[in-house]
């Protein structure tokens, strides 16, 4: 499914909110995120070393191509070190709300910018990644918050709604690139599945 949005300003909050699938970063980790949290580690990739504002806690992510990709696209965009120009929470999660809107998806629960980071959850997980090391990219403070996402079954999710097709890797997404400032604009994009918002509490 392609999902092209209407204004700029959506776009904008399209990418966060993929950025988020793919990193788990929370809102406000993604506001407060700058240059100095992306590193290079001895296994030649770059990674997100970072701390949650919510409990101070350590999250380290490798960063993917795709979120790497949205990084270069707002490189400039922004008058301070922060990388995004990250609109408010409200203004996210309405705009995220025209944009299934605009998509004619149908959802059992309403879809925020949370979602994004249970998105994260759910799919490393099915993916195979050990529920200790997702607690560690998640910045979890006890892995007991982590275990509840590996309590979502597969009949489960079938049953939750999906925005966008499963991602896992970039044979599976594609991106339109085209000329947006002085980078490339992702415009569209395919093969994510949204998973949802297990309880309000969790982390």
Same mark, same amino acid.
């Given at each position: 499914m392609m999902c092209v949005p209407p204004h700029p300003r959506y776009e904008l909050v399209k990418d966060l909110f993929i950025f988020s699938c793919f990193t788990g970063l929370a809102y406000a980790d993604i506001k407060k995120l700058t240059r100095n949290n992306i590193q290079s580690f001895f296994d030649g990739h770059q990674w997100i070393i970072s701390r949650r504002k919510k409990s101070d806690i350590?999250?380290?992510?490798?960063?993917?191509? &795709?979120? @790497?990709? &949205? &990084?270069? @696209?707002?490189?400039?965009?922004?008058?301070?070190?922060? &990388?995004f120009p990250v609109p408010t929470n409200v203004t996210c999660n309405t705009h995220i709300g025209k944009l299934i809107e605009k998509a004619e998806i149908i959802t059992e629960q309403k879809v925020t910018f949370h979602t994004a980071r249970h998105t994260f959850g759910t799919m490393f997980l099915t993916e195979g990644v050990p529920l200790e090391s997702l607690s560690k990219m998640m910045g979890h403070k006890n892995i007991s918050t982590t275990q509840i996402y590996a309590k979502i079954t597969i009949q489960g999710l079938i049953h939750c709604h999906c925005i966008l097709h499963r991602i896992a890797s970039d044979q599976r997404t594609h991106f339109t690139a085209k000329k947006y400032s002085n980078g490339p604009m992702l415009t569209e994009f395919t093969g994510l599945t949204m998973f949802p918002t297990i309880q309000n509490q969790v982390d």
């Open positions: 350590a999250s380290n992510v490798r960063l993917m191509e &795709i979120p @790497k990709r &949205i &990084i270069e @696209k707002y490189l400039g965009s922004t008058r301070n070190e922060f &990388i």
